[in-house]
């Protein structure tokens, strides 16, 4: 099992910026993948960023390409997600996932961009 903890969420004006982080326990060797994902109100949950444990490769959401940018911290079972140039569409609760066979949720952290 792995379990995830996310921080970092709140309120920010648009144009702001916002970094999320994500640290990860339990069976953390067997994670493949670490990523977040968001969703709004009303909206299927959306892929946001993703990045490949052993190769450090990443994916991006078209919408927020060039302006978010994930990364792991020196601990392995860390991952970031720097939110720049946020816009009120960003606004969601951002999950951190973990894949290893199954994929492995957090609780959630609302993000709110205010115009």
């Known amino acids: 099992q792995v379990q995830l903890v996310e921080s970092g969420g709140g309120l920010v004006q648009a144009g702001g910026s916002l970094r999320l982080s994500c640290a990860a326990s339990g069976s953390i060797f067997s994670i493949n993948v670490m990523g977040w994902y968001r969703q709004a109100p009303g909206k299927q949950r959306e892929l946001v960023a993703s990045?490949?444990?052993?190769?450090?490769?990443?994916k991006y959401g078209d919408s927020v390409e060039g302006r978010f940018t994930i990364s792991r911290g020196n601990a392995e079972n860390t991952v970031y997600l720097q939110m720049n140039s946020l816009k009120p569409e960003d606004t969601a609760v951002y999950y951190c996932?973990?894949?290893?066979?199954?994929?492995?949720w957090g609780q959630g952290t609302q993000v709110t961009v205010s115009s």
């Open positions: 996932n973990a894949f290893t066979r199954v994929n492995h």
């Open positions: 990045i490949q444990t052993s190769s450090g490769s990443t």
